[in-house]
């Protein structure tokens, strides 16, 4: 069973800056793919990056690209989202999950993650 835990979610002017943090349980966390989706309301839940377990690869939507950095620290069984140039459009509960498998063959979709946080709540104001 892994567990996953975000914070760092809150409200932000337009060009602003956030840095999310989500910590993992589970002695293997070196192993795991991760993710980063987001999720608006009356929307559905979309993918904004994802890290291999190496963290040799990163991968990033576009409407996030430039502006967002994907990182993680195995060490402290932790992924962050550091989150620059921030949008209105930015504004969504984002959620990081974890694919234990660590082959992220599916790391666009929600499918390809077994475990998920609970969400942390990001508002940017214009």
């Known amino acids: 069973q892994v567990q996953l835990v975000e914070s760092g979610g809150g409200l932000v002017q337009a060009g602003g800056s956030l840095r999310l943090s989500c910590a993992a349980s589970?002695?293997?966390?070196?192993?795991?793919?991760m993710g980063w989706f987001r999720q608006a309301p009356g929307k559905e839940r979309e993918f904004v990056a994802a890290i291999s377990w190496s963290r040799s690869s990163t991968y990033y939507a576009d409407s996030v690209k430039g502006r967002f950095t994907i990182s993680r620290d195995n060490a402290k069984n932790t992924v962050y989202l550091q989150m620059n140039s921030l949008k209105p459009e930015d504004t969504a509960v984002y959620y990081c999950a974890a694919d234990t498998g660590g082959y992220g063959s599916r790391r666009y979709v929600p499918a390809g993650y077994d475990y998920w946080g609970q969400g942390t709540q990001v508002t940017v104001s214009s």
């Open positions: 589970g002695r293997t966390f070196n192993s795991y793919y």
